[in-house]
Structures are given as C-alpha cells and as structure tokens.
C-alpha cells in the first residue's frame, strides 16, 4: 500500500512569552515550582498586537513552502484544524490562503479548503483527512496543507489561566513523505462529555479537575480499541509516545497509567513482581472501591520503579520540551510533542528511522484517538530545518501588566489597542477590519 504522512513540518510561536515562575507565580501569590514542577510549565507564548490564528498559521505555512519549494498548484488541499475561529461561516483557511496568495504568482483556487472543529483532536483529524484523501487517490499527484493554530485563552482567574498558550504548527502530508508515515490503524474513545467547552464564546467554560479524568478515560478507551486492530501494545515497540499535552503534568498521569496497561501480563509486569507485587485484578476485590485503592497503591509503587521511570525518561519525556516552553496549543499541541521527540533524536543522534511512535491525541468533549507512526529517513534534515528553538529564545518577555494588556487586546469582547512590543519581519500581520467585519491581512517586508 502508498505510504501517506508528514512531509514537512513547520511552527510558529506568538512572538510574546509569559514567565510562569518569575511573573506570573509573584502575581497569583503561588510557588514557582506549582507551574514548573506541578504542571511542568516554565513559559507560555502569546500573541502580540498585530498577530493572530491566522497569521500564526499563514507564517507557519509560507515558511513551509519557501523551503520544500512549493508553489501554490502543489497544494490540493488547505484544512486548518482551530478552536479559536472568529467566524462561524468563512473558514480560515479561505484567510490563509488569501495571505498566500498575496506572496505567490500562482493561486489555491482549486484546492479543497475548510475548517475542523474537535476541541484539540481537530489537528489530528485533519491529518487524518488529508491521508485518507491521498490514501483514496483523490489529490492529483498534490499534498495537503494541515494547519493547526490556536491562541489558548482563558478568562482571567480561572485555573487554566496558567497552560495558555498560541502558534500555529503546519504540516506538508504527502506520499512517501520524509518526516513520518501513519499507521492505518486507530483506536477512538468517545463520549458526549461537558468538561471543557465554548457556547458560542471565546474563553471556555471549563471544569478542570474533571476534564484531568475525562482526558484520562477517553485515553484508556481509545488505546484499547487501537490494540482491538493493531495487536497488543509494549512499551519496547514505541521509541517515544507523543501526547495531547495540555501541560505537561498531565501527560505524567495519563503514561503513568499507559504504562501500566502495556506492561500487563508481560515480562515487565513478572520482573516488577518481587518489587511491587502483580497489578491489582478486579476479579480478586470484592468491590469496586477496594480494587480502585489497590490499583492506586500499585500506581504510587510503579511510579518508583527503575523500569518505570527510565522508559518515561526515555519515551515520554523528551516529548514535553517545546510544550513547557510555550504552554498549551490546543490543536498543535499533540504535534509540537511529535516535533519534541524528532528534534530529541536528532539532537542525541539517536536512530530513528523505520522506528515507531505511538501517538495519542484527545479533544475535549470528549475523544481520544491513537494511532501509530513509523519515523523517516529524512526526519533529521526536516528537523534540523525547523527554527523552532530560535523562535522560541526571541520572544519578548511580558511584564504581568503588559501580559494583561495583551490578554485584552485579544478578547473579543474589548476593543483595545496595544502598541505591538516586537517588529514585524517579512511575515503576515493582521491589518484591522474591513467593510463586512472581515479581517485583513498584509505582507509586512
Ligand atoms: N510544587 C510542586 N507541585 C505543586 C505545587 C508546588 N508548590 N503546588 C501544586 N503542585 C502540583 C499539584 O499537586 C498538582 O499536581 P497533581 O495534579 O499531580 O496533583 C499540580 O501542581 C497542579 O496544581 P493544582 O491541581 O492545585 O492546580 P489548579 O487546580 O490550579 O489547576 C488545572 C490545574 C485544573 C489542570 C488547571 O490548570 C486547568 O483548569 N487547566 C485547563 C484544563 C486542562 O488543561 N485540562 C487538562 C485535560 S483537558 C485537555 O487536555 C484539553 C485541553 O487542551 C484544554
């Protein structure tokens, strides 16, 4: 069968950055290490005055195509992935390709353009779109442009206010791609659930202690259906195991638990035995409630385990760098830790090629969805050529006032201007509104 997957992968940061420990803790009375060790959060990126969803995506994707050399007829397909639209009818991607159009000769007017919405899976399935699209020789010898771009508000005071976070990640999917192939199998978890969302609003209604445990069930679901077609996972089949990381601190719950459930009736599991004893089985409690204190007893003793904590340094770890220098993408966010474990490998010469990831994406609302990549060849040049580091390291740094003027400049509801704290360098930039409400774009030089 045609190999489908990433071609190419590009980011772009809000070119502001919130200090968690040293503004935005002093701020909220709190201890530094709540954010950097309890959600493992140390910065998050923010928009300045003149950038958006559209220009984080826009610069993501043109960035994309100055380097594969893509000409706008390449492109077949432009599927932007966001929950953070300002349009309930004109997608975005009808925006993004407009900003393209004004840099490129040629033009996307026989591309397929929309918009996703799942909460935070939608980047997800819109590479899953554009596979099946390839994979159902639909695209004309053409890839697809995904783009996931977010800017992660909550109202201020609210718990989530410290894992915001916006950029954009745009990805080139094409056959026999240099970056990672998918796996055509897939396990979803889905339920109708009320633990994050936005009635038409643009800051969430969340509950935050409950969508910890929806994202954790809608995973353990998914996973299992995943090996209802795949076969059994094992925590040596997966070089690293990228997740849906609303912060980090919550990716080390849900491995945590992941762990546990591939090492079941394995030699793991007999190895751990003289140490910890055998997981708890819920045929050997008389209750519901007895067995769940075992299993947390268990989880507690597994979570010291050398075996434990050496496959989470080695799988999971290297996955959360870029996410606890940026916060929360929503969309992006399964696809920065995808992009984390590739540039760890590169960067510590590790041998990636033809290995696996298991990759694990979740919305709230809720789905969870995994599925297995095999990594490329070219995935070191790719990632040698993101310039994502650099981005990162050039925000400008917020004072917590400051971080509240851009906070407002960004609500929908308030109509504040804000002199920009960067200067825009031949990139997109949002240029105000026009006769329909519409909102308009410029190639800054
Ligand atoms: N030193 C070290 N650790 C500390 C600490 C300190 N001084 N103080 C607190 N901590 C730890 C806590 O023990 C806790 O860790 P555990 O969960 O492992 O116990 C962690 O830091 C966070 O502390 P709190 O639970 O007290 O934090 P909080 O209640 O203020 O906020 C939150 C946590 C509810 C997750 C909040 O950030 C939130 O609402 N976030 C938005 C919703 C969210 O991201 N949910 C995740 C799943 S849903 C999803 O994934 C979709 C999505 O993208 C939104």
Redesign the pocket.
Known sequence: MTAVGIDAIEVRTGRLQLDLAETFAPEKG??P??YT???GLHRSSFPDAYEDIVTMGANAAHRLMERKGLEPEDIGRIDVATESAFDNSKPVSTYVAGCLEQVYDGDFHHANKGERKF??IAGTQSLDDAVNWILAGRNRGRGALVIATDT?L?TRG???E??QGAGAVAMYITEDPDVVTLSTEQGYGSADET??LKPNQQF?S?D??R??Q??LSRMREALTDFESVAGSTHPDDYEYIPF?T??P??V??AALLGFRHMIRNTEIEDELASEIGRQPRREDFDSREEFDDAIRDHMDDLKETDAYREWYADAIEPTLSISSQVG?W?TG?VHLARLSALKHAAENDVDLAGKKLLVAS???GAQAEFHAETVQAGFRDEVAACNVDEQIDARYDLTFGEYEDVHDRHNHEKSSELEPFTQPDAEFVFDGWGPMNERKYTYVE
């Open positions: 709190d201890d290490e709540k060790k309890g959600l909460a935070c992660a909550y609210d718990p989530g410290a894992t633990d994050f969430p969340v935050g202690k969508s910890i929806v994202y849906h609303p912060y601190g919550m080390r719950k929360n929503y966010s979740y919305g709230s």
